[in-house]
């Protein structure tokens, strides 16, 4: 049985595809699809009137938005961190801002989408050390 080069090419590739390639962007995804929440709920979670409070989660479902498909297109250290910097201040936004009673639910959805964000970065940060490490073992 003789295999020529196309179909050699293409069995290396489908070999080749990376698992934790595929668990980044839907990692990634679960970032995007959080800023899109984020967005959408900006426009229905109960704030007592607060405008401010429905903007600031608007603007970080945005951001989180742009980030989720910053580091799904580079997957870099650099979107990593900033994940978890977005992470962070989504899950401060309630104490920074001094949500007032009444606003639970507006905290409790800026609280969880900072977790989610923030673990989204932090995986990210152990997945590439891991990559990092391995790497130099196969050069040669």
Do not use: K
Request: proline share 4%.
């Amino acid at each position: 049985m003789t295999v020529n080069a196309a179909d050699a090419s293409s069995a290396n590739y489908s070999d080749d595809r990376d698992p934790s390639h595929t668990r980044e962007v839907r990692r990634d995804f679960l970032v995007v699809a959080t800023g899109v929440a984020l967005v959408l709920l900006s426009l229905w979670v109960p704030v007592q009137g607060d405008e401010q409070i429905t903007a600031t989660i608007l603007i970080l479902g945005m951001v989180a938005y742009s980030a989720g498909l910053w580091a799904m297109t580079t997957e870099s250290r650099t979107s990593h961190w900033g994940l978890v910097v977005l992470g962070a201040a989504l899950l401060l936004t309630p104490l920074v801002m001094a949500f007032p009673s009444g606003t639970t639910t507006a905290a409790v959805v800026a609280v969880t989408s900072g977790v989610i964000v923030a673990a989204a970065g932090i995986l990210g940060l152990m997945m590439n050390r891991d990559d990092d490490q391995v790497a130099p073992q196969h050069r040669r």
